[in-house]
């Protein structure tokens, strides 16, 4: 009886070793995070999402976008600190989705997001130190295209994305109909 009480044992000590290893695992990674580096830390991510979002609410055109959406704000503030403290610090803490929820947005385009940014650059700058800011941005500016790009395509406003070898073979086509009458099974010959 006393070894299926030491593989419970071994099996506890396993379990333990593998909380164990997973927390310094989660541990490197924050601290490998992009923003760790440059001074980003929970606390800078929550001044620039409130104080952002804050301008946000008060701006004529982005400001009723937003309060139609929004219904209780301290969970949607806490989620976007969450959805940044992701991005930045590698925290794994988001867990939405947000390219369906923007695809539904009727009437924003990219004169929104160009303002978005616009209020998320002077944001960061006033109260990110330098570096933070520049993180920030970048880190915005590759959403913001990412989310319009979802978006266009959600709508059907761009053409499906085509192979290489589709290309190929359209300037293919392109160069044999430069050359009426010939067989289209075989090349233009240099006579």
Not at 67 to 89: N, P, T
Not at 90 to 98: E, H, I, L, Q, Y
Not at 109 to 124: P, S, V
Request: aromatic share 6%; proline share 6%; glycine share 8%.
């Amino acid at each position: 009886m006393a070894l299926p009480a030491r593989r419970r044992h071994n099996g506890a000590m396993q379990d333990e070793e593998l909380i164990a290893h997973r927390a310094a695992a989660a541990a490197r990674r924050r601290l490998e995070a992009p923003g760790v580096a440059v001074g980003i830390t929970e606390d800078v991510i929550r001044d620039q999402v409130h104080a952002f979002y804050g301008r946000v609410r008060a701006d004529s055109m982005l400001g009723p976008i937003f309060e139609a959406k929004i219904d209780d704000w301290d969970a949607h503030l806490a989620k976007l600190c969450d959805f940044w403290s992701s991005v930045l610090l590698m925290t794994g803490r988001f867990k939405g989705a947000p390219m369906p929820a923007h695809a539904r947005l009727v009437g924003v385009g990219g004169a929104h997001f160009a303002h978005w940014l616009e209020i998320w650059r002077g944001t960061a700058r006033e109260t990110c130190a330098p570096p933070a800011a520049d993180m920030f941005i970048a880190r915005a500016e590759m959403i913001a295209r990412s989310l319009q790009m979802g978006m266009a395509m959600a709508r059907g406003e761009l053409p499906p994305v085509r192979s290489a070898a589709a290309g190929e073979a359209d300037q293919h086509r392109g160069r044999q109909d430069e050359h009426p009458g010939q067989d289209k099974g075989r090349p233009a010959s240099d006579a």
